[in-house]
C-alpha cells in the first residue's frame, strides 16, 4: 500500500487530511500532512518533511509515497523536490480535495497508476457549473396542478 504525504501552505494541508478522513476514516495511518508556515525557514520544513517521511516508511509502506503539493514552485512543492527520488516516491503539484480523495480511494494500486489516477481525479474534479440546464437535458416545468410535497 502507498502512503499519501500533503505538503501546502498552512492550513490546507491539515484541512485536506481532515476532510479525507471524514470520507475515508480508515486512511488516518495512510496520510499525513505538513503546514509550511510563513515564519518558518524552508529548511525546518524540510526537516519535518523527512521526519515524516521517515515515518510513513516505517508503517510498512514499502511501496511508494505520493507526495501533494498545492502550488508548483512554492515553498511546498520545493520541499517536497527534494524530498521524493522517483522511484519509490512522486510528486504531485496542484493539490485539491478530488485529487486527495481518489489518491486515498486507489492508494492499494501500484505507484505509477496512483500517480495517474490522482492526476485525473484532480482534473476531472475541476468545472464549470452551468447554471442553466445543459443542453442534453429537458428542463422540468414546473405544473401549478401538480403537488410534489415529500414528507
Avoid: W
Avoid at 499519501?4 to 495512510?30: K, M
Avoid at 512522486?90 to 480523495?101: A, E, F, Q, S, Y
Avoid at 468545472?127 to 414546473?142: G, L, S
Wanted: hydrophobic share 45%; charged share 15%; net charge negative.
Amino acid at each position: 500500500m502507498n502512503a499519501i504525504l500533503i505538503i501546502a501552505h498552512a492550513p490546507l494541508a491539515h484541512a485536506l487530511r481532515t476532510c479525507a478522513l471524514h470520507v475515508f476514516p480508515d486512511c488516518g495511518a495512510d496520510l499525513a500532512a505538513i503546514d509550511v508556515q510563513p515564519n518558518l525557514p524552508p529548511e525546518e520544513t524540510l526537516a519535518t518533511a523527512r521526519i515524516a517521511m521517515d515515518q510513513l516508511a516505517r508503517l510498512g509502506h514499502a511501496s511508494g509515497v505520493l507526495v501533494l503539493t498545492d502550488i508548483f514552485g512554492a515553498t511546498p512543492s520545493n520541499v517536497a523536490q527534494k524530498l521524493v527520488d522517483g522511484v519509490t516516491s512522486r510528486l504531485i503539484t496542484g493539490v485539491n480535495l478530488p485529487m486527495l480523495l481518489r489518491s486515498v480511494s486507489y492508494r492499494n494500486e501500484p505507484l505509477e497508476a496512483l500517480v495517474s489516477r490522482a492526476v485525473v481525479g484532480g482534473t476531472q474534479g475541476v468545472m464549470q457549473v452551468a447554471i442553466t440546464a445543459p443542453q442534453n437535458q429537458a428542463r422540468r416545468t414546473h405544473d401549478p396542478d401538480q403537488h410534489d410535497h415529500h414528507q
